[in-house]
């Protein structure tokens, strides 16, 4: 059963950076995609960068780029996101997402496996 638990939320104030980890278990993710995801209230549910876990491939999304960053550690089955000189219209939940195969897709709907989301909150 893959479980994928995110952490490293909260708050911080406009400028800041904040890294969200997203500790992967359940399975071998060698074929898998892992994708970040966040969703303000009252909106849908917005891509914001991908990475593979074989690779060097990652895609992140115009709206972030030059901000944030994706990584992984796969000695700790670990993908992170690195999110810096944070905005208040980033304050959302972000939610860890992995996908099988090799696309670096962007669709939610092609994600079959979500963690619980983690809060950040950045005030102005």
């Known amino acids: 059963q893959v479980q994928l638990v995110e952490s490293g939320g909260g708050l911080v104030q406009a400028g800041g950076s904040l890294r969200l980890s997203c500790a992967a278990s359940g399975r071998t993710f060698s074929s898998y995609v892992m994708g970040w995801f966040r969703q303000a209230p009252g909106k849908g549910r917005d891509f914001v960068a991908a990475?593979?876990?074989?690779?060097?491939?990652?895609y992140v999304a115009d709206s972030v780029k030059g901000r944030f960053s994706v990584s992984r550690d796969n000695a700790k089955n670990t993908v992170y996101l690195q999110m810096n000189s944070l905005k208040p219209e980033d304050t959302a939940v972000y939610y860890c997402?992995?996908?099988?195969?090799?696309?670096?897709?962007?669709?939610?709907?092609?994600?079959?496996?979500w963690g619980q989301g983690t809060q950040v909150t950045v005030s102005s």
């Open positions: 997402a992995a996908s099988v195969g090799v696309l670096l897709t962007t669709t939610p709907g092609s994600y079959e496996h």
């Open positions: 990475i593979r876990w074989s690779g060097a491939r990652t």
